[in-house]
């Protein structure tokens, strides 16, 4: 696949793998646009549209947001003039009736790389996390903790642990994963796309071995 002008990836991993982080390595080292499924129905949330609102409820209860809904999504963006070089997909497709519409809608996908770590660690991940309910800066109380406690450094606004984050949710979208999406390792395994990479402690680390898993896509 060397010398491929078009490059396009799925990336795979239970929620808290670390797939957005390393999608926006791909991103800058590949110069590809990383489209993550959770930012645009965060986007469409906040600005109150119809696709938005009917995913609110989906999203707060940590389920998956109907096909019809993420599918139309994904067929709109990819068509744009900054997918013509190819895109990394983060949280899409979630089942086998959604990779089969990607499939189905031509996307011919070079490669799925699957980001594994361990349900105990992304509980701890995930559950730790805060965010700055004015700015959206990031936090964790382990790793990432700001100056003063509960605080923002950027705005001093006030760091709030989301929905999403709380462990009894973390719990019931791993369980979700494993039933639902899981399935996808061997759907793309027998269409020869996969490549598994085991998440590490360092997010470095993992961002190494990501690039490596990647070296012949440029």
């Known amino acids: 696949m060397k010398g491929c002008i ?5 990336l795979l991993g239970a929620p808290g793998a670390g797939k957005g982080t390393q999608a926006e390595v791909i991103c800058e ?3 590809i646009p990383a489209i993550s ?3 645009i129905l965060r986007e ?12 609110k409820s989906y999203m707060e209860s940590g389920k998956l947001v109907p096909d019809e809904i993420l599918i139309g999504i994904i067929k709109d963006r990819i068509k744009e003039e900054d ?30 790389l699957d980001i594994e770590v361990a349900d105990e660690d992304i509980v701890t991940r ?9 700015c959206g800066a990031s936090y964790h109380v382990l790793y990432k903790q700001p100056k003063a406690e509960g605080v923002c450094d950027a705005c001093a606004g006030a760091l709030i642990q989301r929905k999403d984050d709380h462990p009894d949710t973390v719990k019931e979208r791993l369980e979700v ?3 639902q ?13 996969l490549r598994v990479v085991h998440g590490q402690d360092k997010v470095e680390d993992t961002t190494r071995m990501v690039l490596e898993a990647l070296e012949d896509l440029s």
């Open 6 to 10: 078009s490059m396009k990836l799925i």
């Open 29 to 31: 080292n590949k110069k």
């Open 37 to 39: 499924t959770g930012n």
């Open 44 to 55: 469409a949330l906040k600005n109150g549209t119809e696709m938005g609102l009917k995913a």
């Open 83 to 112: 997918c013509k070089g190819g895109f990394i997909l983060d949280g899409f497709p979630r089942t086998i009736p959604q990779a089969e519409a990607l499939d189905e809608m031509g996307a011919d996908i070079d490669v799925v």
């Open 126 to 134: 995930m559950s730790g996390r805060r965010v700055c309910e004015k």
């Open 177 to 179: 994963y494993h039933s």
């Open 181 to 193: 999406t899981e399935p996808l390792k061997e759907y793309y395994s027998k269409q020869g796309k």
